[in-house]
């Protein structure tokens, strides 16, 4: 059974910091590329970040580039994003994925369930 979860979601105020992992089990973690994808209340999901299989390869949508940090663990099945100088508009549901080979978000075989963000101004 694949299991994709997220953690480290909360509430921070404008400027701040938060650190999200998803750890995922069910999985041969080595070989999927990973992504974070997040969705506002009344909007649609959107890409943030991506990393490749070997970590060594990343890509960040254009609104979070130069602010949030993709990076992988294989030994420990983990994906992080580190988020910094957040931004109201950065409220969102966080969704963790994984997929084989991706290059669109149909790509993306499983996800997380999802952890909360909420930036305060």
């Known amino acids: 059974q694949v299991q994709l979860v997220e953690s480290g979601g909360g509430l921070v105020q404008a400027g701040g910091s938060l650190s999200l992992s998803c750890t995922a089990s069910?999985?041969?973690?080595?070989?999927?590329?990973m992504a974070w994808f997040r969705q506002a209340p009344g909007k649609e999901r959107e890409f943030v970040a991506t990393i490749s299989r070997s970590g060594g390869i990343t890509y960040y949508a254009d609104s979070v580039k130069g602010r949030f940090t993709i990076s992988r663990d294989n030994a420990k099945n983990t994906v992080y994003l580190q988020m910094n100088s957040l931004k109201p508009e950065d409220t969102a549901v966080y969704y963790c994925?994984?997929?084989?080979?991706?290059?669109?978000?149909?790509?993306?075989?499983?996800w997380g369930r999802g952890t909360q963000v909420t930036v305060s101004s």
């Open positions: 069910g999985i041969v973690f080595s070989t999927y590329a």
């Open positions: 994925a994984a997929g084989p080979r991706p290059t669109t978000v149909a790509g993306y075989d499983y």
